[in-house]
C-alpha cells in the first residue's frame, strides 16, 4: 500500500478523512507498507498535529486494529488506571486490588518499562512464576471470579499500537500529543474498562517537562476518552523525584507489599489512595471524595487489598507468602551500599538519572530484545531531606551481576547529595481535571465526617 498521497497531505497541513487515516492503519496493521513511509507520515503528525476529528478516528482505527473486550456480563463497574510513565511508579499493584476492595472490577492492560522509566508487567515478573500472559477465556474468568486480571498487551489487542510505539521510539516521534493520546487509549478502549483515571506524570523524570503540555495532553486525553463514552479523570503529579524508596522490579513489589500491609512510603500511599478514590467516584461507588478515600484507607489497613492481591498472584501462578518475612521473594546475588560521605540531608534525587542507572543495571532494558533482571533495583535507605550522620547508609543496589552493581553504585554515588540545609518539601500533587475543569487537588480531611 502506498501511502505517499497521505503523507503528502498531513505533511500539507489537511485534515484527514476517517477513510484515510483507517488507510494509514490498515498499512500499519497488515505490513504491506515499508516502515520509512509509516515513519514519515508519523514525522509529519509530529509537526502538524491532528484535529479532534482526526485523533477520534487514529484511536478507533487502533483500538479497532486487534480484539476488543466486553465487559457487560459482569455486576461491578468496570474501572482502570493508567500512568503516563515514571520512575519508582509501583501504584498499579497497589491500586488494582484495592480498586477491587471497594467493589470496582479492573481488567488491566499494563506495559513493560519505556525508556529511564519502569513498567508494571516487569515488575510482576519478578514474583517467581507470575504469567502476565493469560489467553481471554482466563482473563475473562479471573475476571468474573476476582474481579482483577493484570495483563499485558499481546498481539491480539491494539497490535497497531505496538508496530507504532516501536518506531515512534527510534524516530524522534514519541512526544505527540495526537500520538501519545491514541496509543494510550486505543489500548483501554480495547481493554474495555467504562471508566478511566489517567495518572499525568509531570517533571523532569516524566515525558511531559511542564504542566502547560501535561495540561495541553490531560484535556485531549480527557476530550477523547469521552467521544468514545468513556468516563474520565486526569490527576496531575510530580515527577521530580522517584516515587516511595525503591526503584526497580523486585524492590518495588515489596515495597508495594508493604503498602498493600499498612505501611510503605506516604507518598506511595497517598497517590494510591488519591487515584483510587477519583476511580470509585467515577465509578459511582462513592458519593464523595471524602468516603471514597476513608473506604479506601480501611481496606488498605484491615488486609483486604493484599489478600486480594494474594488472590490474582495465585490465580495468574506467581508464589509469594503473605505471611513470610521478605514475603517469600528470594533475595538479590549481590548487593552494594552507598554511605553519607558527610553529615547532612539528602537531596531528592533527578528521577530519569536514578531511572537510567536502574536500566543500566539490569532492572530495564537498553534494546528490545533485552532480558530484564527482576532482582535489580535500588532501595533508599532514607526518605529525601533525611538528617544523615557521616557513614549512614543512604542507599542498597542489589542485582544478579557484580560488576553492574559496583557500576550502578558508582553512577548512584555521583547522583546523590547529601546537603547541609534540608531540601523544600515538594507537592506531589499539582491538579485534577474533571467535571469541575482544571483545579487544584485537595487531600479529603479524613478527620471530618462526610
Ligand atoms: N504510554 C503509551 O502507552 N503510549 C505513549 O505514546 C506514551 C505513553
Redesign the pocket.
Known amino acids: 500500500m502506498n501511502l505517499l498521497p497521505l503523507i503528502l497531505a498531513k505533511r500539507a497541513g489537511y485534515e484527514l478523512d476517517e477513510t484515510q487515516i483507517h488507510t494509514f492503519v490498515n498499512a500499519v496493521s497488515t505490513g504491506a507498507t515499508p516502515d520509512y513511509q509509516i515513519s514519515a507520515f508519523l514525522m509529519a503528525v509530529f509537526f502538524k498535529g491532528m484535529t479532534r476529528n482526526e485523533r477520534v478516528a487514529l484511536t478507533r482505527a487502533m483500538a479497532e486494529s486487534g480484539e476488543t473486550l466486553d465487559w457487560s456480563a459482569l455486576s461491578a463497574p468496570t474501572a482502570d488506571k493508567?500512568s503516563?510513565?515514571g520512575v519508582g511508579d509501583k501504584i498499579s499493584l497497589i491500586l488494582a486490588p484495592l480498586a477491587v476492595a471497594l467493589g470496582m472490577a479492573v481488567p488491566m492492560l499494563s506495559?513493560r518499562g519505556?525508556g529511564f522509566t519502569g513498567g508494571t508487567l516487569d515488575k510482576l515478573e519478578s514474583i517467581p512464576g507470575f504469567s502476565t500472559d493469560l489467553d481471554r477465556a482466563a482473563f475473562a474468568k479471573q475476571m468474573a471470579e476476582i474481579g482483577c486480571g493484570l495483563i499485558g498487551q499481546s498481539g491480539s489487542i491494539a497490535p497497531a499500537?505496538r508496530k507504532l510505539?516501536s518506531l515512534?521510539d527510534v524516530t524522534g516521534t514519541?512526544e505527540?500529543l495526537p500520538?501519545?493520546?491514541?496509543?494510550?487509549l486505543s489500548?483501554k478502549i480495547a481493554a474495555g474498562p467504562a471508566s478511566l483515571v489517567i495518572d499525568l506524570k509531570v517533571g523532569r523524570g516524566a515525558?511531559m517537562r511542564d504542566l502547560a503540555s501535561a495540561q495541553a495532553l490531560g484535556t485531549a486525553l480527557r476530550e477523547t476518552a469521552h467521544d468514545f463514552g468513556r468516563r474520565c479523570t486526569v490527576l496531575f503529579t510530580a515527577m521530580d523525584a522517584p516515587l516511595g524508596l525503591t526503584v526497580g522490579n523486585r524492590p518495588e513489589v515489596v515495597e508495594s507489599l508493604e503498602v498493600l500491609a499498612g505501611n510503605g512510603p506516604e507518598d506511595i500511599r497517598d497517590l494510591t489512595l488519591a487515584l483510587t478514590s477519583e476511580m470509585a467516584l467515577l465509578a459511582g461507588l462513592s458519593a464523595t471524595a471524602h468516603e471514597a478515600w476513608s473506604r479506601a484507607t480501611a481496606a488498605l489497613d484491615d488486609g483486604s487489598a493484599l489478600r486480594i492481591f494474594g488472590d490474582i498472584v495465585l490465580a495468574q501462578g506467581g508464589r509469594l507468602d503473605l505471611q513470610a518475612k521478605g514475603w517469600g521473594m528470594p533475595a538479590a546475588a549481590h548487593r552494594a551500599v552507598l554511605t553519607a560521605p558527610v553529615a547532612g540531608h539528602l537531596v531528592d534525587p533527578d528521577a530519569r538519572k536514578v531511572g537510567r542507572i536502574a536500566v543500566d543495571l539490569g532492572a530495564g532494558r537498553q534494546r528490545a530484545e533485552d532480558e530484564v533482571d527482576g532482582s535489580a533495583g535500588i532501595i533508599f535507605a532514607r526518605p529525601w531531606g533525611a538528617s544523615l550522620a557521616r557513614g549512614e547508609e543512604i542507599a542498597f543496589i542489589e542485582g544478579a551481576d557484580p560488576a553492574r552493581v559496583d557500576r550502578a553504585a558508582e553512577a548512584l554515588g555521583d547522583v546523590l547529595e547529601v546537603a547541609a540545609d534540608p531540601p523544600t518539601p515538594a507537592s506531589l500533587f499539582l491538579g485534577i481535571l474533571d467535571d469541575a475543569g482544571y483545579h487544584s487537588w485537595q487531600r479529603p480531611d479524613i478527620s471530618r465526617r462526610s
Open positions: 493508567h503516563t510513565g506495559g519505556l499500537d510505539y515512534r514519541v505527540s500520538l501519545i493520546v491514541s496509543s494510550i489500548k515525558f
